[in-house]
């Protein structure tokens, strides 16, 4: 699935226009890639988490020529799936099950501070339309 196709499933499924569906998406993408940035931790309940892992300098390898090269310490992104999902695609690789492979069952994002009134600040598009959508789960 690419990041259009993902819009495409959003403005169809919940009736948004493409643009409306694509800055939502935007939007999520932005906010997570702003927290991984400052380090922090993303988990998405049935789905997975999102971590920044640091990796100190080494000396690797160039494969053309064998000579050593010193490379940087560097911070990347890693991903670990979620038991629900992991369960999931492994029961989906047996049968043939939806296409999507999550069914019926959404993965829940998980907040580390509950809110109890409407929020103010970064993420205002995604928690605007979570608080509008009365489908959209409030944890």
Known sequence: MTKADLIAVIADKLK?????AELLVEEIFSSMADSLMRGEKI???GFG???VRQYRAYDGRNP???A????KPKRLAFFKVGKELRERVNDGRRSTGSQTG???QVPRVWWHQPFTQKPEHSLSLVHEFCWQNP????E
């Open 16 to 20: 948004f226009p493409w643009a409306r």
């Open 43 to 45: 988990e998405i309940r």
């Open 49 to 51: 988490s999102f971590t």
């Open 64 to 66: 053309r020529t064998g």
């Open 68 to 71: 050593t090269v010193p490379v």
């Open 102 to 104: 999550m069914g019926s």
């Open 135 to 138: 489908l959209a789960p409030h």
